[in-house]
């Protein structure tokens, strides 16, 4: 009678280790991919704001919104946009960063030159503008919300 005990007794026991490993082995996997899904929400929220970021910029720059009094002049703008777009470099796609590159290169040489290259600048703003627009609201927007939820606006 005591070899039964003795056989449920050590059954419960390597039951019950069994039981406890799998849990753990549960909750490490668990809080793994929970870890990598807040990690990649947040990599997409700093995108996102960053994109936000040049784009409102790029806006008040296209719209004319560059009162010295209320938003610094033009030349101030830009050199916040390029701090931000060098600063945070590494959150931006590649198409992005080749426009701004075109961009700044067309500003380089309306400078050296003394002419005027508003035309092309414009036209490379606003492709970016576009870039930047599609990206958010067609990649990173629906990626943040399908991890996060409703919490960011597309923009328009």
């Known amino acids: 009678m005591d070899d039964i005990w003795s056989i449920i007794g050590l059954s419960s026991l390597i039951a019950s280790v069994v039981t406890v490993i799998l849990g753990i082995i549960r909750d490490i996997l668990v809080e793994k991919q929970s870890f990598k899904r807040q990690s990649e929400a947040e990599y997409i929220q700093r995108q996102i704001q960053v994109y936000s ?7 008040r720059i296209h719209r004319g919104a560059i009162m010295p009094e209320l938003f610094g002049k033009t030349g101030e703008n830009i050199i916040e946009l390029n701090n931000i777009i060098k600063t945070n470099s590494s959150f931006l796609e590649s198409r992005v960063l080749n426009k701004w590159l075109t ?7 309306s400078v050296q030159e003394g002419k005027g290259y508003e035309k092309e600048l414009a036209e490379h703003s606003e492709q970016l503008v576009l870039i930047i627009k599609e990206m958010m609201n067609s990649d990173l927007i629906p990626k943040y919300r399908k991890i996060v939820g409703e919490t960011v606006p597309a923009l328009e």
């Open 53 to 59: 970021q040049i784009y409102f910029l790029l806006q």
């Open 103 to 109: 961009i700044m290169a067309l500003l380089q040489k």
